[in-house]
């Protein structure tokens, strides 16, 4: 942490936080969320950030089998309507301004997966936002500069890191991008797909990366991660070779076999890959 965290009284150094969108629990989100209790739930404070009209009764027994004591954290609906609303959410310096109480947030999204305590080493790393590198086998290279870290669903987020970002003159363009919906204006087509072309092209990927990087608007996590590159918000990140120690996100054999056979600290997409996270994720009943 920086002096200027530190000098912050009775700031605590990370809250987990866990979007929910939607009332009752699905197996892998059991599954999700109980490690997350397990593991981190005794010492860090877990919140869940979610709307008025979600019934989080399965996720409070679960909290209460482990003794855990959940802050709930309300937003607008709208942010909850799929991944358009929730990229929003992630862009919003409302949000990072409800948990100004903590240096940093770990977002926990209920496809991760934890896999022990190592919060507090990631914390003292100094970095303004940890990801699992976001590309495969040809992406991979030991500098921040020329690799994208990372995803979001399981990051690490300095809380002053993206409030300076979010509420820095000059970036209302790209927000612009995640919060306008009128897509069949062939004004926001054409901004849309300059911006996708152009930013594949510094990723050095094809078009057909586009449905897994990118949705119809740019993905929250390349924000931060890739966007704000060359800013003046640009944010401090690990090179790949310390990201992957992280989190796997896609192709976790690789990641795997590149971090010595020891697994990460989490992992994020595990029921799209469950082929190889079987061996390490038992399912909850």
């Given at each position: 942490?920086?002096?200027?965290?530190?000098?912050?009284?009775?700031?605590?150094?990370?809250?987990?936080?866990?979007?929910?969108?939607?009332?009752?629990?699905?197996?892998?989100?059991?599954?999700?969320?109980?490690?997350?209790?397990?593991?981190?739930?005794?010492?860090?404070?877990?919140?869940?950030?979610?709307?008025?009209?979600?019934?989080?009764?399965?996720?409070?027994?679960?909290?209460?089998?482990?003794h855990v004591r959940l802050r709930i954290e309300t937003f607008n609906?709208?942010?909850?309507?799929?991944?358009?609303?929730?990229?929003?959410?992630?862009?919003?310096?409302?949000?990072?301004?409800?948990?100004?109480?903590?240096?940093?947030?770990?977002?926990?999204?209920?496809?991760?997966?934890?896999f022990r305590d190592e919060l507090e080493r990631w914390c003292d790393?100094?970095?303004?936002?940890?990801?699992?590198?976001?590309?495969?086998?040809?992406?991979?290279?030991?500098?921040?500069?020329?690799?994208?870290?990372?995803?979001?669903?399981?990051?690490?987020?300095?809380?002053?890191?993206?409030?300076?970002?979010?509420?820095?003159?000059?970036?209302?363009?790209?927000?612009?991008?995640?919060?306008?919906?009128?897509?069949?204006?062939?004004?926001?087509?054409?901004?849309?797909?300059?911006?996708?072309?152009?930013?594949?092209?510094?990723m050095g990927v094809g078009l057909r990366a586009v449905p897994n990087?990118?949705?119809?608007?740019?993905?929250?996590?390349?924000?931060?991660?890739?966007?704000?590159?060359?800013?003046?918000?640009?944010?401090?990140?690990?090179?790949?070779?310390?990201?992957?120690?992280?989190?796997?996100?896609?192709?976790?054999?690789?990641?795997?076999?590149?971090?010595?056979?020891?697994?990460?600290?989490?992992?994020?997409?595990?029921?799209?890959?469950?082929?190889?996270?079987?061996?390490?994720?038992?399912?909850?009943?």
């Amino acid at each position: 942490m920086t002096p200027s965290d530190y000098n912050k009284p009775h700031r605590q150094k990370c809250v987990i936080v866990v979007p929910i969108y939607k009332s009752g629990m699905s197996q892998t989100d059991r599954t999700s969320f109980t490690a997350l209790c397990r593991v981190l739930g005794g010492r860090w404070q877990i919140a869940i950030a979610t709307h008025n009209r979600v019934d989080l009764s399965l996720y409070q027994a679960v909290a209460t089998e482990y003794h855990v004591r959940l802050r709930i954290e309300t937003f607008n609906p709208k942010y909850f309507d799929g991944i358009h609303g929730y990229n929003k959410l992630m862009i919003s310096p409302s949000f990072y301004s409800r948990f100004t109480d903590a240096v940093y947030i770990l977002i926990y999204q209920l496809d991760a997966y934890v896999f022990r305590d190592e919060l507090e080493r990631w914390c003292d790393g100094n970095w303004d936002y940890v990801g699992a590198p976001l590309f495969g086998l040809r992406h991979v290279t030991d500098t921040a500069q020329n690799a994208v870290v990372g995803n979001g669903g399981c990051s690490l987020r300095r809380t002053d890191a993206m409030l300076r970002a979010l509420r820095g003159d000059g970036w209302h363009t790209l927000r612009w991008v995640f919060a306008y919906r009128i897509p069949q204006h062939p004004y926001v087509v054409f901004r849309r797909r300059v911006l996708y072309r152009i930013m594949l092209l510094f990723m050095g990927v094809g078009l057909r990366a586009v449905p897994n990087f990118l949705t119809r608007f740019v993905a929250e996590d390349l924000f931060f991660s890739f966007a704000l590159r060359g800013t003046p918000f640009e944010l401090r990140v690990p090179p790949v070779t310390t990201a992957w120690q992280f989190a796997y996100n896609m192709v976790p054999s690789y990641w795997h076999a590149q971090n010595g056979g020891r697994l990460p600290f989490c992992c994020h997409a595990w029921p799209a890959q469950y082929d190889f996270w079987q061996r390490f994720i038992p399912q909850e009943k």
